[in-house]
T-cell receptor, first 110, second 114 residues
Framework: GENVEQHPSTLSVQEGDSAVIKCTYS??????FPWYKQELGKRPQLIID?????GEKKDQRIAVTLNKTAKHFSLHITETQPEDSAVYFC?????????FGGGTRLMVKP | GAVVSQHPSWVICKSGTSVKIECRSL??????MFWYRQFPKQSLMLMAT?????????EQGVEKDKFLINHASLTLSTLTVTSAHPEDSSFYIC??????????FGDGTRLSIL
């Protein structure tokens, strides 16, 4: 099965700084790479995704980069704000099955 | 857009009780649904894959006789936690894939066993 590792497990940044979270996966059949934001007690919310034929995608302050050869993809958040504080998960998908990384707790200090 | 409705959102019950959680796809047909469990401060772990009209596929370490899954229609999958104990207390959440679109998650069920 898919082995997914996510780093770092916790990340504390000052408001306005950038945050980067990296995800490595093992299954070369993975072809869809989403990032989710989860607030306490709520369902994961898709914040950005990328498919295997694209190297980078940006949506305002959020971007995702994919290196399919090296089997890793990263989440980039610029100009962080306190409301970005949450737990973030990568979840590479092979077929129709997602495998979640261990999560990164992001804390943005005002 | 596609919506998955999950009920109940919160359950508190006594040890030994069986609890049923429902997951419905509201405006699309879901031949497959996934059931996850999330313990506090941990990731979402896939428990089983629910397949319409056939038996569910369980992940290693998940007891199929304890976590009963039924997917009798194209819009409804149920997870029944039988004879629940405090160690079964967790956040249970379902999701459904929709072709080439991102998966749709239910709102989750917080289960607390006293």
């Amino acid at each position: 099965g898919e082995n997914v590792e996510q780093h770092p497990s916790t990340l504390s940044v000052q408001e306005g700084d950038s945050a980067v979270i990296k995800c490595t996966y093992s299954d070369s059949a993975s072809n869809y790479f989403p990032w989710y934001k989860q607030e306490l007690g709520k369902r994961p919310q898709l914040i950005i995704d990328i498919r295997s034929n694209v190297g980078e995608k940006k949506d305002q302050r959020i971007a995702v980069t994919l290196n399919k050869t090296a089997k890793h993809f990263s989440l980039h958040i610029t100009e962080t704000q306190p409301e970005d504080s949450a737990v973030y998960f990568c979840a590479p998908q092979a077929g129709n099955m997602l495998t979640f990384g261990g999560g990164t707790r992001l804390m943005v200090k005002p | 857009g596609a919506v998955v409705s999950q009920h109940p959102s919160w359950v508190i019950c006594k040890s030994g009780t069986s609890v049923k959680i429902e997951c419905r796809s509201l405006d699309f047909q879901a031949t497959t649904m996934f059931w996850y469990r999330q313990f506090p401060k941990q990731s979402l772990m896939l428990m089983a894959t629910s397949n319409e009209g056939s038996k569910a596929t369980y992940e290693q370490g998940v007891e199929k006789d304890k976590f009963l899954i039924n997917h009798a229609s194209l819009t409804l999958s149920t997870l029944t936690v039988t004879s629940a104990h405090p160690e079964d207390s967790s956040f249970y959440i379902c999701s459904a894939p929709t072709g080439n679109q991102p998966q749709h998650f239910g709102d989750g069920t917080r289960l607390s066993i006293l």
